[in-house]
């Protein structure tokens, strides 16, 4: 007679289907983890195909003139900065070498315009270091912040009607440390009307665009930057003409980069050597590839393991179908 | 109708120096009141209540509506008078709309301070009452009321002209303390809880992606196909083979090979799977939204007005 202690050995094909959770989590964060010290390591960079919304996006803010005003409407934070963290430092190195003023504010939540300012403050730090050093974008001259705004509907309601009410009671320092008007400073002094602006640039890992689309939409040019989960909803405004350009999520931090580097040659062509003035120059001799293509390693890494895993669990199903037939 | 655009602006009650005495009893007076106005509301007898809210829901909503479909005055100036009702309720509207957003923006701050308030009166009683989670509840009162001192003490050292360089170069307790509880924590602790989400996809994908019937597998092979085409090392890979398959040239061959390209199939996928599909799905959330505000705005809604 069988011992009722003594379990049934399990087939192969029933063990591939019932990996343990805390197995699984910690093959995840072992791979991401090993992946992630190698690509610090041997700088190890993954080649990429920049799609044509990412093209669209780069070519648009790469031939903005210097003194041109962007927006940045941010709704990064640091949880999502695997993904935005990269757009935004991509966007930031972009306006700081060609000389954009932008304004920046959130109505996505409070923090964000805290993260935001680390990250200029991150990049000032780089600027200073290079060789030569290159002098820091500085608050007011360069650029305003106008921070949170609860509710972002109707300011953009607003903003869209008229620019000046919208922001008009927003003041900021300036270099005396005197307070005054965001319309009195360097970046904003020009900006009449909504369409003075020559890009709007949203970066969120949630669904900004439909506020944006419906209030500022038409008027000025749409970047959309946004976290891969998201992308498949945003694509839509893109094919619909609705956005100028759009990055998805990690990928899309990838593509911009590796854009910088490369640039877009006369013929449409990423990273080509065609003949003629480039449709968008890259940065030569900069720092072009960083956040995004230090992540991306360990990004493929993980979507490989996913993959895999997938693969076990299918083969232990076939397995222990066959066994049972 | 130009009633709000006609007040005289720079006399106004709300335009007091900026740090005057004047304008901070303003500001205390406006909370006290606006406080006063909220308890008065909360305790006036039901049937009363309704119709106030149902009156200021609808006029809400007949504002934003009238915004979006009464014809605007196209190259007007703020002096321009009028010309018949229908100008002058345009004129109205947009003259209007930046005092329609200030208002906006005070309820929704007042409403992100009426969710602390209430985020603090639950935990506050569960640590009374000794709940078996208390001490949790304890964690979250401390860390909002350090965070909140702490980052208010921090802001204010940095409020006089010059003090914010100061502050940089020679930071005090006050900004180190801050530091720490925002930069070091608070954002990390952010990213921590957003990464998790990998470890449950990846487990749900494990059990989940199995083979069992022809929809399960074309659900699979178009995921794994999409998952491949996000790895830029493997789409170039794919490509170069497909190309060196079809040959070079632009022969009927290279052609068809053509279609075969990573990125050719993920955007066939996208292009007509994926988006339509979203677009159906938002199509119907939007009818559903606008059944919805219609329900709410004209009052008909129970659960916020019965």
């Not at chain 1, 041109?68 to 993904?83: C, H, L, M, P």
């Not at chain 2, 996208?270 to 059944?291: C, D, T, Y």
């Amino acid at each position: 007679m069988d011992d009722p202690q003594v379990k049934p050995q399990m087939s192969l094909g029933a063990k591939l289907q019932s990996v343990k959770r805390h197995v699984l989590y910690l093959t995840l964060f072992g791979v991401v983890s090993l992946s992630l010290i190698l690509s610090h390591l041997f700088s190890i960079q993954v080649p990429s195909q920049p799609q044509e919304y990412t093209k669209e996006a780069y070519k648009l803010i790469r031939n903005l003139h210097e003194g041109d005003t962007i927006v940045i409407d941010t709704g990064a934070t640091n949880a999502s900065r695997g993904e935005n963290g990269g757009q935004m430092e991509a966007l930031l190195r972009m306006c700081m070498r060609e000389k954009v003023k932008f304004v920046m504010y959130s109505y996505v939540e409070p923090q964000c315009i805290e993260v935001a300012r680390a990250m200029i403050a991150n990049i000032n730090l780089e600027r200073s270091k290079a060789n030569p050093p290159e002098p820091a974008y500085k608050e007011w001259d360069d650029f305003v912040i106008l921070g949170f705004f609860p509710d972002g509907a109707t300011m953009l309601q607003t903003a869209a009607a008229n620019i000046r009410d919208a922001w008009g009671n927003k003041k900021a320092k300036d270099p005396s440390g005197a307070e005054r008007s965001v319309f009195e400073s360097p970046v904003l002094q020009n900006i009449k009307k909504i369409e003075d602006i020559k890009v709007y640039v949203g970066i969120s890992p949630t669904n900004i665009m439909a506020t944006i689309v419906g209030r500022v939409g038409k008027r000025v040019p749409i970047i959309s930057m946004i976290a891969g989960v998201m992308f498949p909803e945003q694509f839509n405004y893109y094919k619909s003409g609705q956005l100028a350009g759009l990055l998805n999520g990690l990928v899309g931090a990838v593509e911009m980069e590796n854009l910088m580097q490369n640039g877009i040659d006369s013929q449409g062509v990423a990273g080509g050597k065609a003949e003629g003035p480039p449709i968008a120059a890259p940065f030569p001799g900069e720092i072009n590839l960083s956040r995004g293509n230090s992540y991306y390693f360990a990004f493929c890494c993980a979507i490989s393991l996913l993959m895999l895993t997938i693969v076990v669990g299918n083969v232990g199903m076939y397995l222990e179908r066959k066994r049972k037939n | 109708m130009n009633l709000l655009a006609q007040l005289p602006t720079p006399t106004n009650f709300w335009m007091s120096p900026n740090g005057s005495t004047l304008l901070w009893i303003e500001i205390i007076g406006a909370f006290v009141l606006g406080f006063a106005a909220i308890f008065g509301l909360s305790y006036l007898p039901k049937n009363l209540r309704k119709p106030l809210i149902g009156i200021a829901t609808f006029l809400g909503g007949l504002y934003f509506m009238l915004h979006y479909l009464w014809p605007t005055a196209q190259d007007y100036s703020k002096d321009q008078v009028p010309k018949g009702a229908v100008e002058g309720v345009s004129f109205w509207l947009q003259y209007s709309l930046p005092t329609v957003m200030n208002f906006n923006q005070v309820l929704s701050g007042l409403l992100l301070g009426l969710g602390i308030a209430s985020l603090l009166r639950i935990h506050a009683e569960r640590v009374a009452k000794r709940h078996p989670d208390w001490m949790y509840s304890l964690t979250l009162i401390v860390c909002m009321g350090l965070m909140a001192i702490f980052g208010l003490l921090d802001w204010a050292s940095a409020i006089g002209p010059g003090q914010a360089k100061q502050v940089a170069d020679h930071p005090g307790f006050v900004n180190f303390a801050y530091n720490f509880l925002f930069g070091g924590l608070f954002v990390n602790l952010d990213a921590v809880m957003y990464s998790m989400i990998a470890f449950f996809i990846y487990s749900a994908a494990y059990r989940s992606f199995r083979l069992r019937s022809i929809e399960s597998a074309v659900l699979l092979g178009t995921a794994v196909l999409i998952m491949l085409s996000l790895m830029g090392g493997v789409m170039v890979g794919w490509d170069k083979v497909v190309d060196m398959l079809g040959g070079s040239g632009h022969g009927a061959v290279a052609e068809f090979m053509s279609n075969l390209r990573l990125g050719a199939i993920k955007d066939w996928v996208q292009n007509n799977m994926q988006s339509p599909s979203i677009r159906a799905i938002e199509f119907g959330l939007a009818v559903g939204v606008l059944a919805m505000s219609l329900r709410l705005w004209l009052g008909i809604e129970k659960g916020i007005n019965g």
